[in-house]
């Protein structure tokens, strides 16, 4: 899924503001000025179209997420984990550890 703008595309394919989308265990839809993007793995990506997004697990995830979205443990500690497993002192290194080229 690809959001640029007021834009939304699946696999290439223009998906219609406004217009729900559901494919494959993928649902693309428009609550307000929102849109959400969930999928059947338990994932609900929401984006205000500007500069807010949130993240939401369902709780079968819980302890079994890692990355930029942290563990989901609840526990503070474990929430800046790297890709090698080490802990990031610092937000900024956490997110930089996650960098792709």
Same mark, same amino acid.
């Given at each position: +899924? +690809? /959001?640029e703008g007021q834009n939304v595309s699946v696999n290439g394919a223009a998906v219609p503001e406004g217009r729900p989308y559901l494919h494959k265990g993928l649902g693309v839809t428009w609550p307000g000025d929102w849109v959400a993007v969930a999928s059947s793995l338990g994932v609900r990506v929401a984006w205000d179209r500007h500069l807010a997004v949130t993240v939401t697990a369902e709780p079968e995830l819980r302890g079994g997420t890692w990355g930029l979205c942290g563990t989901y443990t609840d526990d503070p500690a474990d929430d800046f984990v790297r890709p090698d497993g080490a802990i990031a002192a610092f @937000? @900024? /290194?956490?997110?930089n550890a996650w960098k792709v080229p």
């Open positions: +899924v +690809v /959001a @937000a @900024a /290194a956490f997110g």
